[in-house]
């Protein structure tokens, strides 16, 4: 049980740390939330996606760890936590969206003849590892 004393001094400790200090853990659990919150957008399709997702990391992209790909995925703290908590059809809109901006701007890459935008190579090879 806490008391005033522990809490006081808890107070005027807390202004010392950085505030988007996080540890390990909490990395690892919010790109788990995240890879999950993704992978139900395909709820009929998830093998097939990570089957595209297996091509997609043979193809000429760099290796990349789970949450460089998510960090790829959403380069700002709000998108990430729109993906980890967000409503599903805000988060299909939100990657719906991504897409059409990369094909727009032509960030496309071709895998085994069919032609994904780098959001899709990047979710598709996220969920791969999932």
């Known amino acids: ?6 809490i006081m001094a808890g107070a005027l400790v807390a202004p010392f740390f950085p505030a988007g200090l996080t540890s390990a853990h909490d990395t690892v659990s919010d790109t788990a939330a995240c890879c999950a919150r993704l992978a139900r957008l395909f709820p009929e399709s998830l093998d097939a996606v990570r089957g595209l997702g297996v091509l997609c990391r043979t ?7 789970r949450t460089d790909l998510l960090d790829a995925l959403c380069p700002d703290p709000s ?5 980890a908590h967000g409503p599903d059809d805000v988060i299909r809109r939100w990657a719906d969206a991504k897409i059409r901006t990369d094909f727009a701007e032509g960030r496309v890459v ?3 003849g069919w032609v994904f935008s780098e959001t899709e190579i990047r979710l598709f090879s996220l969920l791969a590892g999932a």
């Open 1 to 6: 049980m806490f008391s005033r004393r522990q």
């Open 59 to 65: 193809c000429d992209q760099p290796s990349a760890s």
């Open 79 to 83: 998108a990430r936590a729109l993906v």
């Open 110 to 112: 071709r895998v085994d």
